[in-house]
């Protein structure tokens, strides 16, 4: 995550300087474009998260970038997505797969006794990020275990709930990105 805030900050500072064009490569352009938790925003705005704000980022260019935003002369794009969006997307994602995890999520305290394992893996408390990617194209089940069966099978004993995802591989959940969550601007 910080090599992408680090490279967010030196897209960020780079002042443009002579560049050959040639056939593959455009220019970089002056003023990238922003989009931050599926709306475009400047570079101030952007400015204004920290680093544990953001849950994911995604850099764009060339053809990549011109069919989000639909303008060639746009060809770099920086795709941020909040933790606040992100928790969002993911907690309606999965309640629209299982009214236990309704249940489960409007008894909890928000979901702090709550424990998400995905793929088996238990995620800590920045689960945003790797929650966020679970949609349709990679979704297998969700099942809903009690503390008794969380300290069993995970050793896990500080939470009430855990709630279990499956997922196609992780090497496509990897290949997901922010972008493929965009509607044109």
Do not use: C
Request: zero cysteines; hydrophobic letters at 40%.
């Amino acid at each position: 995550m910080r090599l992408y805030i680090l490279l967010i900050v030196l897209i960020l500072s780079i002042n443009v300087v002579g560049q050959s064009q040639s056939k593959e490569t455009s220019p970089i352009p002056k003023v990238p474009f922003f989009v931050l938790d599926n709306k475009e925003v400047t570079k101030d705005i952007l400015k204004k998260y920290k680093e544990n704000d953001i849950a994911a980022v995604a850099i764009l260019k060339d053809s990549d970038a011109v069919k989000i935003t639909k303008d060639k002369k746009k060809d770099l794009v920086i795709i941020v997505t909040t933790k606040v969006y992100a928790r969002a997307h993911f907690l309606d994602y999965l309640k629209s797969k299982s009214m236990d995890f309704v249940k489960v999520f409007s008894s909890s305290q928000n979901g702090k006794d709550i424990v998400y394992i995905l793929n088996d893996k238990a995620l800590d408390d920045n689960h945003e990020n790797m929650l966020y990617f679970v949609d349709d194209r990679n979704f297998i089940d969700l099942k809903v275990i009690d503390k008794g069966n969380l300290k069993r099978n995970f050793n896990i004993t500080d939470k009430k709930w855990g709630i279990v995802v499956r997922t196609k591989s992780k090497l496509e959940l990897v290949k997901q990105t922010p972008a493929s969550r965009l509607s044109p601007p």
